[in-house]
């Protein structure tokens, strides 16, 4: 019989089984994954950079405004003042954020460094991180930057060379001494939040330990850590207005030198606020832009 089906041109039927399961129609509507590599936040990212791009242009359109203006004649005496010290005012807020910078890389590496260590198998070596981590997280931040400025020498001496140690460094140490701790905590807890399951599977198939954290763990904690890691720096960089306490020539002191050279109660006033309004634009984008991040991960 099947002789004649096959004869004749006829399909031979074939015999019932479970049907297949068509992975596309689960996939989400959108453009085709290519195999380079992409930023995961790429949208976010774009919307930093504009806001970075876009506090330049205003200040620029208020510099021109201002200029002409008080060449009209019709500026109040406080704002011509506020404007003759803008300048200084943006290069002291340039001070913040450079050391901001280098504290937060200064205290991202050494805190990667004591997160690690915090997962030792080593009881000795988890009480010694624990500690270090329990002593700068509840340490205050202004009592870590006089202990850095007076515990370290003032200039450093080898052989018959000297070379100056200025303030600026000895308060990046004193603000990356407690930014180390924090990343230390957001690492480990980034590790610790990964299933075991994910270990226990990429195991299974082979992969050495350094394969597993490099491919498998790192990516997803990259991603955990970045919303926490710049809540940090924001919080860093408003901690930097207290190094014109130890002499460091920043935004805070420089809004002090030009209040004391006016001498006039509401450019005092005017200064200072003007101080809390660079502060704030420069910190509240970040604040943003990790609400985005935290929104975007629960998501996904």
């Not at 453009?31 to 774009?46: I, Y």
């Not at 919307?47 to 330049?56: D, I, K, M, Q, S």
């Not at 005012?89 to 504290?103: E, F, K, P, Q, T």
């Amino acid at each position: 019989m099947a002789n004649d089906l096959t004869l004749r041109g006829e399909a031979t039927p074939t015999p019932a089984g479970p049907a297949r399961r068509d992975d596309t129609a689960d996939r989400a509507p959108g453009p085709a994954r290519s195999g380079a590599w992409r930023w995961p936040w790429s949208r976010a990212a774009g919307r930093g950079v504009l806001l970075a791009l876009a506090l330049p242009a205003l200040l620029a359109a208020v510099a021109v405004a201002g200029y002409a203006l008080d060449t009209a004649g019709v500026v109040p005496d406080v704002l011509r003042h506020l404007w003759r010290w803008a300048p200084a005012l943006l290069l002291g807020l340039g001070v913040n954020v450079g050391l901001s910078v280098l504290a937060m890389a200064l205290g991202t590496l050494l805190g990667l460094f004591v997160g690690a260590l915090s997962l030792s198998p080593l009881r000795a070596v988890r009480s010694l991180t624990r500690g270090y981590v329990q002593v700068f997280r509840n340490a205050p931040i202004l009592v870590l930057i006089y202990f850095t400025t007076y515990v370290f020498p003032f200039e450093l001496r080898l052989f018959s060379w000297s070379v100056a140690f200025p303030d600026w460094i000895k308060v990046v140490i004193g603000l990356a001494l407690p930014a180390s701790a924090n990343v230390a905590e957001i690492f480990r807890g980034a590790i610790q939040s990964i299933p075991g399951a994910q270990w226990e599977a990429a195991q299974s198939l082979a992969f050495r330990r350094s394969q597993i954290f490099r491919m498998i763990v790192l990516p997803q904690c990259v991603r955990r850590m970045l919303p926490p890691w710049m809540n940090l720096y924001a919080s860093i960089t408003m901690s930097t207005a207290l190094a014109s306490l130890v002499g460091v020539h920043d935004l805070v002191d420089t809004a002090t030198v030009a209040s004391n050279t006016v001498a006039r109660t509401d450019f005092t006033i005017c200064v200072y606020f003007t101080m809390l309004v660079l502060f704030f634009a420069y910190c509240y984008p970040i604040s943003r832009w990790t609400r985005r991040l935290e929104a975007r991960h629960v998501r996904h």
